[in-house]
């Protein structure tokens, strides 16, 4: 208790000169200066706390504890759904099954790229699913992209989340953009995500193989497109 009352009264801003002679000639002196201790502790603030990304295995990654590296503490409210296969327009919707509605005027690889993508919406999150089979009963991050990526002829075979920071051209495209780091990848299409991580969804959707509002680039991620689109 002596020890923590000693560190407090280090930390306090420096008390007033008169009010410091008064209670140098005031037997209530030590228990006023320990409420005026705590008053002050109290007033200084907290230092702020950051959740930690802990890496995972190496090659094959587990994007559910992301760090909070500075959400937006308000986010818009979500555009409403649609029960249409398609819509006019470049940009997709989220229909009221949680696939994407895909955009007519959209080129045909990023038409194409959605509509494959609608295959594996929702499908459960599961650690390395979509590496060792190509079709399966769930998928990681990377193994989500990457089946997308493969069914519209964009990408040869799988790959790790690590490895699309190399992939394709570097920096955002007009209609698809794959942002990556060695933990965690997710890909933003026409205005819609596709990501396995809930962070950042004001659609609500839990963890697994989701189209979700686009949330950009985070700390840390390459960004990458396909040429020309």
């Known amino acids: 208790m002596q020890r923590a009352l000693h560190l407090m009264i280090a930390r306090r801003p420096p008390i007033p000169t008169r009010m410091a002679y008064r209670l140098s000639h005031d037997r209530s002196a030590p228990l006023v200066a320990a409420l005026l201790t705590a008053l002050f502790a109290w007033t200084l603030p907290a230092a702020p706390a950051h959740a930690q990304h802990v890496p995972d295995h190496p090659g094959v990654e587990k994007p559910d504890r992301w760090p909070d590296d500075g959400w937006p503490e308000r986010e818009p409210p979500p555009p409403p759904a649609v029960t249409t296969k398609t819509v006019a327009g470049t940009v997709a919707m989220l229909r009221t099954d949680g696939k994407a509605a895909i955009p007519r005027n959209a080129p045909k690889g990023v038409r194409s790229l959605i509509r494959q993508a609608n295959?594996?919406?929702g499908k459960p999150y599961k650690w390395g699913g979509g590496h060792a089979k190509l079709n399966d009963r769930g998928y990681d991050c990377s193994g989500a992209v990457s089946y997308a990526l493969i069914k519209a002829r964009m990408l040869a075979s799988t790959m790790v989340a690590g490895s699309f920071k190399r992939w394709g051209v570097k920096g955002p495209g007009r209609y698809i953009t794959v942002y990556a780091?060695?933990?965690?990848?997710y890909m933003e299409v026409a205005g819609l995500r596709l990501d396995t991580s809930?962070?950042?969804?004001?659609y609500g959707a839990a963890k697994g193989v989701r189209w979700r509002n686009v949330i950009g680039k985070r700390s840390g991620l390459a960004v990458?497109?396909?040429?020309k689109l």
């Open 119 to 121: 295959r594996i919406i």
């Open 181 to 185: 780091r060695s933990s965690h990848i």
């Open 198 to 202: 809930s962070a950042g969804d004001v």
């Open 224 to 227: 990458r497109h396909p040429a």
